[in-house]
């Protein structure tokens, strides 16, 4: 792997780690559905319009079907989920659930990928749920029906993320779609299926500015900028090897808490860390096959 392509994956996972804490601001204001809604829509019309401007062929007719299957399981699912888990679960949980999307993307791509799983690969995958575990401490939030069901949704949405890097892979630039036209279609056609629920999901009150501005970051960075580097970087190294970028996002959700919340940083945060930096390493220099 280039450092051109690790330095993204940390630059991502920085931007997805602050997703966590905007959805903990926003979506007990604005709801879980109205909050997947504007972010889904927002970035949409941000990718759509660059795409416009760099002169990508979208080629809707054609792509039409990819683009709708994409949004549905990339952005659709997993916004919804984890705006509802927002509602029951620290954003440090909803990461480390998050982080089970590379164990699904390589169960997926030995499925329809042909993709073999290493010795060294499965054993960088385990490390990094490890890791993350010992980041936010297993087994710190009570189990009740409301949180296992949102913890469900996590797992779901992890599983969703998966999935959808199995179709950017095999429909990827330079043989099938162009990687940001996959990332502003799926994103365009996953706000088409939102919008019509915005009616029956308006809240009580108008959201704060700061629920709104956290919506907007979300839309435009965690959203927008980050489909934009990540659907390339499926195509190019492996869905396997670009989701490894979960097992950093608990670390700068952490992070940012303690810069922005002043909320503090433990020894099981520092061991967590080294963890997942091995994990990740395991993972990004295990052999393609």
């Known amino acids: 792997m280039s450092a051109a392509d690790l330095a993204k994956l940390v630059f991502l996972s920085a931007i997805?780690?602050?997703?966590?804490?905007f959805l903990r601001v926003a979506a007990p204001e604005a709801g879980p559905l109205l909050t997947a809604t504007l972010r889904t829509t927002l970035a949409g019309l941000a990718l759509v319009a660059f795409a416009?401007?760099?002169?990508?062929?979208?080629?809707?007719?054609?792509?039409?079907?990819?683009?709708?299957?994409?949004?549905?399981?990339?952005?659709?699912?997993?916004?919804?989920?984890f705006s509802f888990a927002a509602l029951h679960l620290p954003a440090s949980h909803s990461a480390v659930l998050n982080s089970t999307a590379p164990l699904f993307g390589a169960v997926f791509s030995m499925i329809w990928l042909a993709e073999r799983l290493t010795m060294q690969k499965l054993a960088g995958l385990l490390m990094g749920i490890a890791g993350v575990a010992i980041l936010v401490g297993a087994g710190t939030v009570a189990m009740n029906p409301t949180t296992v069901a949102a913890v469900a949704a996590c797992l779901v949405a992890a599983a969703g993320y998966a999935l959808s890097s199995i179709i950017v892979k095999k429909t990827g630039h330079p043989d099938g779609i162009h990687p940001?036209?996959?990332?502003?279609?799926?994103?365009?056609?996953?706000?088409?299926?939102?919008?019509?629920?915005?009616?029956?999901?308006?809240?009580?009150?108008?959201p704060s500015f700061a629920a709104l501005a956290?919506?907007?970051?979300?839309?435009?960075?965690?959203?927008?900028?980050?489909?934009?580097?990540?659907?390339?970087?499926?195509?190019?190294?492996?869905?396997?090897?670009?989701?490894?970028?979960?097992?950093?996002?608990?670390?700068?959700?952490?992070?940012?808490?303690?810069?922005?919340?002043?909320?503090?940083?433990?020894?099981?945060?520092?061991?967590?860390?080294?963890?997942?930096?091995?994990?990740?390493?395991?993972?990004?220099?295990?052999?393609?096959?």
């Open 214 to 289: 956290c919506i907007l970051a979300m839309a435009l960075l965690s959203s927008g900028l980050a489909q934009a580097l990540f659907i390339p970087l499926i195509v190019k190294i492996g869905p396997t090897r670009a989701m490894s970028v979960s097992f950093l996002i608990p670390l700068f959700s952490m992070l940012w808490a303690f810069l922005f919340l002043h909320e503090s940083i433990g020894m099981s945060t520092v061991a967590g860390g080294a963890v997942v930096l091995v994990a990740m390493a395991l993972v990004l220099t295990a052999p393609k096959a």
């Open 52 to 81: 416009m401007t760099t002169r990508v062929k979208m080629d809707w007719r054609a792509n039409l079907k990819p683009f709708a299957v994409v949004g549905l399981f990339a952005v659709v699912i997993p916004f919804s989920c």
């Open 180 to 206: 940001i036209a996959m990332a502003a279609g799926s994103m365009a056609l996953g706000s088409l299926v939102m919008l019509p629920t915005v009616p029956f999901s308006l809240p009580p009150a108008m």
């Open 16 to 21: 997805w780690g602050g997703s966590f804490i």
